[in-house]
């Protein structure tokens, strides 16, 4: 699992969640797969640990993920991928944005514009 942290001024446990919510839900991270302590994803991405603590929560209150004591925390059974044809047209949507110079939040507001048509 590879999660980096930017300098985008986003809250690192938004930044951590929302990089493990993406790698579930494009299926890189599979039902029932483990995640790493919260021990080891901190020391790896140089956080304290009630940060990695504080976005696993989050995403278990999602439904994302599931901690059992003993057997740590892995991805929930009820997490599903993103259907592949959505994932295949998000993936060129974001090619056509980056190539015409669009903004992600922009991409964002053109997709929630369409979204009701």
């Known amino acids: 699992m590879i999660i980096t942290l930017t300098e985008s001024g986003a809250p690192l446990v938004k930044q951590i969640g929302d990089q493990i919510r993406g790698l579930i839900t494009t299926g ?3 039902a029932d797969q483990p995640l790493p302590s919260v021990r ?3 020391g790896d991405l140089g956080v304290a640990p009630g940060t990695v603590a504080k976005a696993y929560r989050s995403l278990e209150a999602e439904g994302f993920l599931l901690t059992r004591i ?3 925390t892995r991805v929930s059974a009820q997490a599903c991928a993103t259907p592949r ?3 295949k047209a998000a993936i060129e949507l974001a090619q056509a944005g980056k190539h ?3 903004s992600l939040d922009d991409a964002v507001r053109v997709l929630h514009a369409v979204w009701n048509e």
Request: glycine share 20%.
């Open 70 to 72: 003993g057997s740590g």
């Open 100 to 102: 015409a110079g669009v």
């Open 28 to 30: 890189l991270l599979a």
């Open 85 to 87: 044809d959505v994932l």
């Open 40 to 42: 080891q994803l901190a």
